[in-house]
């Protein structure tokens, strides 16, 4: 067997009990989806996104749609 050579050995992590384990994981869990109305066709659409439905977005036009 080699010598130690005061080298520092690899450790195993600290284990975490259930418990603590939901803890750190509370914040993971799926939300829903918030919606908003659209200012012009009053469709629901996502905030802060052009609505798929006008193609408005804060007031104009931004994609054209038939």
Do not use: F
Request: net charge positive; glycine share 6%.
């Amino acid at each position: 067997m080699a010598p130690y050579n005061g080298l520092l050995m690899a450790l195993p992590k600290t284990r975490y009990a259930h418990a603590r384990q939901g803890e750190r994981r509370a914040h993971l869990a799926i939300k829903r989806i918030q919606l908003v109305e659209c200012s012009q066709c009053h469709q629901p659409k996502r905030p802060h996104a052009i609505c798929r439905n006008c193609g408005y977005y804060d007031g104009r036009e931004v994609i054209k749609t038939d």
